[in-house]
């Protein structure tokens, strides 16, 4: 059974790149697209974006100009980067496979808090 | 963007209770929503997917329906478990968006 396992940093200055990287353990990149999704402190989900294995991309244009998704096959992981960062991208960043259609099995969650 | 105004925000139950809990849509579509559970920080859980396809493993008190701009995420017989807060997500268009979230509280 495909487990997801995130890491990062946990607090990042602000305007500096915010980057997490989800791995997964048990199954392959191959066949799947690979999302992020994103929650606010005592706030709602946001989708972030997405990746299939071939490197494909689609991101939320509240973020794109800031958003990169990429995959690293060797190492059967993928990584989100967010330029820029302020306070109000303080959240937990949570990495997702989808399967059918929309994200089924998450990484445990990631808190990045936006400080100096 | 197609925006999801779920309703209610929030509500108070009894276990054995029948809940409701819809989603509009700001434009329609056929069956391109999901429904989560989330506790606390947790990562969410799928409940439903294909607006009425229950996930495999998850009890047959929950059910979805719906189509168009409308979409209803019901529990049947509340148990002490579901209270959580519940989300859709329309997957029709991109940018992909969640409802605003329902919190199932303890009467």
């Known amino acids: 059974q495909v487990q997801l396992q995130q890491w990062g940093a946990g607090l990042v200055k602000p305007s500096e790149t915010l980057s997490v990287t989800c791995g997964v353990f048990?199954?392959?990149?191959?066949?799947?697209?690979w999302t992020w999704i994103r929650q606010a402190p005592g706030k709602g989900l946001e989708w972030i974006g997405e990746?299939?294995?071939?490197?494909?991309?689609k991101y939320n244009p509240s973020l794109k100009s800031r958003v990169s998704i990429s995959v690293d096959r060797a190492q059967n992981q993928f990584s989100l980067n967010l330029t820029s960062v302020t306070a109000a991208d303080t959240a937990v960043y949570f990495c997702?496979?989808?399967?059918?259609?929309?994200?089924?099995?998450w990484g445990q969650g990631t808190l990045v808090v936006v400080s100096s | 963007d197609i925006q999801m105004t779920q309703s209610p925000s929030s509500l108070s139950a009894s276990v054995g209770d029948r809940v409701t809990i819809t989603c509009r849509a700001s434009q329609g579509f056929a069956d391109a929503l999901a429904w989560y559970q989330q506790k606390g920080g947790n990562a969410p859980r799928r409940l439903i997917y294909?607006?009425?396809t229950l996930q495999t493993g998850v009890p047959s008190r929950f059910s979805g329906s719906g189509s168009g701009t409308e979409f209803t995420l019901t529990i049947s017989d509340l148990q002490p478990e579901d209270f959580a807060t519940y989300y859709c997500?329309?997957?029709?268009?991109?940018?992909?968006?969640f409802g605003q979230g329902t919190k199932v509280e303890v009467k």
């Open positions: 997702a496979r989808i399967s059918r259609s929309v994200p089924y099995t």
């Open positions: 294909a607006a009425s």
């Open positions: 997500l329309q997957h029709f268009d991109y940018p992909w968006t």
């Open positions: 048990g199954g392959s990149l191959t066949g799947y697209y």
């Open positions: 990746i299939n294995y071939g490197g494909n991309t």
